[in-house]
Nanobody, 125 residues
Framework: QVKLVESGGGVVQAGGSLRLSCAASGRSISLQAMAWWRQAPGKGREFVAAITWDGSSTRYADAVKGRSTISRDNSRNMVYLQMNSLKPEDKAVYSC??????????????????WGQGTQVTVSS
């Protein structure tokens, strides 16, 4: 079983940037796709972005496309989410998750097996 720990959240003003990190331990995630999800207060879990095992393909939700970049460093067992031009509606707890396959980067949370506890992102207007 893999343990995922997110970090990098915080409070930023609208228009600001944050870089979220996801550290995996317990086993390597280098052969699996990874994703970032978020959950705002009173709302369900929402897909944000995903990346294939080798970083060759990425997918983004329309809400963050053009403002966010997902990346990974398999040598460090890490995944990142760079978020720019943050908006108040980006406020949520952001969690990383391990895909069941090397290439699945879709928005169905049932196809992700391991989840972190999340890091809070708050954007002030």
């Amino acid at each position: 079983q893999v343990k995922l720990v997110e970090s990098g959240g915080g409070v930023v003003q609208a228009g600001g940037s944050l870089r979220l990190s996801c550290a995996a331990s317990g086993r390597s995630i280098s052969l699996q796709a990874m994703a970032w999800w978020r959950q705002a207060p009173g709302k369900g879990r929402e897909f944000v972005a995903a990346i294939t095992w080798d970083g060759s393909s990425t997918r983004y939700a329309d809400a963050v496309k053009g403002r966010s970049t997902i990346s990974r460093d398999n040598s460090r067992n890490m995944v990142y989410l760079q978020m720019n031009s943050l908006k108040p509606e980006d406020k949520a707890v952001y969690s990383c998750a391990v895909s069941r396959s090397a290439s699945y980067t879709g928005p169905y949370d049932t196809l992700y097996d391991d989840w972190g506890q999340g890091t809070q992102v708050t954007v002030s207007s």
